[in-house]
């Protein structure tokens, strides 16, 4: 079963993955967006055949005709988890068998503290008349980093893991990173590793980076006040991840050298909606 295929990449891989392996497979292709369920069709027709039921429909939401040996989606983002992939395969795990395989099976978050006066002053100038005066240091944003200086090597942060068992997908973090220079603390760069299956990984984690691989961007997350550091501070910072049952958001703050405020507390300037 594909999770979330799209305009169907991962349809054709893996009918090509099968055509390899020798193996004849039945696959469900499950879309939510009309739009790309159109395209799904079209492929349907005039290349998959019947080895493929296009399946028009939220992947929580569906009634699977039978269980599956493996499921595959495409949903993680540049934080991992932050385009809601524990919660859909969480919701869809259902109809996978007793020893199937999910991938990916495992991603985890890592964020890493960084100065950059390009980036505080970018986020400084999204300020919305209709919104709170501080709400665009509440909000995280995708972007390339450039002009700015990682002032620690990245910490792992969130972790989930497919199929599982537990299905709370809140999460709580307190990491602490060592600075070795003088410098200003404007806010946190996000990544992602992610096992897909085996020993087969993808990472934008600048150590581990896959190579040729520009799916994704690092994500921000900017503080309203930036830090003075001296050579030799921690740095310390919480992170949340908060699920409401209908919304998910991240919360953080600086708790060493000093305290920040808390940003985004209950999601009041950005939310994901489930």
């Known amino acids: 079963m594909v999770l979330g295929a799209g305009r169907g990449p991962l349809v054709n891989a893996s009918l090509r993955a099968a055509k390899q392996a020798g193996r004849n497979i039945k696959v469900y292709a499950v879309e939510k967006n009309p739009n790309a369920v159109v395209t799904l069709e079209n492929w349907r027709f005039e290349e998959w055949g019947d080895q493929v039921t296009v399946v028009s429909c939220d992947m929580r939401d569906w009634a699977a005709p039978e269980k599956a040996d493996i499921i595959v989606s495409e949903l993680l983002g540049s934080f991992g988890d932050n385009e809601l992939s524990p919660e859909c395969l969480n919701g869809a795990q259902h109809f996978l068998k007793a020893d199937g395989v999910s991938i990916p099976c495992s991603y985890t978050s890592f964020l ?27 909000t995280p944003y995708v972007v390339r980093l450039h002009n700015y200086h990682q002032l620690a090597e990245p910490q792992a942060c969130f972790t989930f893991t497919h199929p599982n068992t537990d299905m709370n997908n809140n999460r709580y973090q307190y990491l602490r990173f060592s600075v070795d220079c003088n410098s200003v603390l404007h806010g946190f760069a996000g990544y992602f590793e992610t096992t897909l299956y085996g020993d087969i990984t993808l990472s934008i984690r600048p150590e581990t980076h896959s190579a040729g691989m520009f799916s994704w961007f690092p994500i921000l997350f900017p503080l309203k006040q930036p830090i003075p550091l001296s050579r030799g501070d921690v740095v310390g910072v919480r992170f949340w991840r908060c699920n409401s049952g209908r919304k998910v958001w991240y919360e953080w703050a600086v708790t060493e050298p000093v305290c920040s405020a808390i940003h985004n507390p209950a999601g009041r300037s950005y939310t994901i909606g489930l």
């Open 112 to 138: 890493a503290p960084l100065s950059s006066s390009k980036l505080y002053n970018e986020v400084r100038g999204c300020r919305e008349r209709d919104r709170d005066p501080d709400s665009q240091f509440e």
